[in-house]
């Protein structure tokens, strides 16, 4: 990975968001959140490791919630586990995962994150996956788990919004309960994406399964019956034909497309240009 600082950071700021703090196991061959990842997207990170380029400005909210880890766990209960990294041996893969505290059967994990997650509950499935992850490898070695939680901290939040939406988060923390699955489902899932990432080590760059739609945070095209002299749209269709409808004799309506995105794909992915998908996507936008 080559670092760049092309916002001109000090040297301090630089050398404190450049900082690798990782602490994860060399014999591990897939933690949990590597397990969670598009197979895609771990084989180009891993096999072109060397030629990613990355600004540190983007490890920004990364180090805010890498200091909200660490000033929690220095504070943790006296009978809790924290930062407890647990290893299971599955179809002849090393799975290792570390759970931000353990506690009577309880396990917390914390997430620094934005109001608006909790709103839209955009994280909400992929926290329950990483989770139940988390409750089988340590019931894997013996510890018993009762309840799965999250302890959201919302670096966004806004007191003025809290009040004036109910659906909005009224405060700045909050714990989230989520739902803990049998051992047969997790076990199940678990055996899923590790076949997956398995299958996948054995491909080429341009045969690796292509991330789906929610992987890539597709937003689909719209189609938006517009009317002259007007700067808003009348309606807005998902569907071509719908829309033409609404045009097709409706004298001077006209229809304007407005262009999905592969929103990870374009503002998140380190590994994009790598990607033969999402290059050939560039070009069929661009004809």
Known sequence: MQLTNNHNLPES?????????????????????????PPRITQLKRRHSEELVEDVMDNVWSL?????????????????LNEERVHLTQLDRVVSGQ??????????????????????????????????????????????VRQLRICAILRDWDKNKAKQNKDYPQTPIV?????????????????DRLTQHKEAEELSDEDLPLCSKEDMWEQSAK??????????????????????????????NY?????????????YCSVNKFCNSYQDYLKEQES
């Open 223 to 252: 189609y938006a019956v517009m009317k002259e002299g007007r700067k808003t749209a009348i309606k807005l269709f998902d569907n071509k034909e719908e829309a033409m409808l609404m045009v097709d004799g409706h004298t001077p």
């Open 99 to 144: 759970v931000d505290s353990y506690s009577d059967g309880i396990i917390t994990d914390y997430k620094v994150t934005s109001a608006w997650t909790l709103v839209y509950g955009s994280r909400i499935k992929e926290w329950e996956e990483q989770l139940n992850l988390y409750s089988y490898l340590f019931q894997s070695k013996g510890y018993s």
């Open 175 to 191: 714990i989230i309960p989520l739902t803990l699955w049998d051992k047969e489902k997790t076990e199940e899932y678990l055996i």
């Open 255 to 267: 229809l304007q497309v407005r262009c999905g995105k592969r929103t990870r794909c374009a503002d």
């Open 13 to 37: 700021v630089y050398k404190l968001l450049a900082k690798d703090r990782y602490n994860g196991s060399s014999s591990t061959d897939y933690s949990v959140t590597t397990l969670l990842q």
């Open 64 to 80: 805010f919630g890498q200091v909200a880890h660490s000033l929690l766990e220095e504070h943790g209960a006296d009978n809790a």
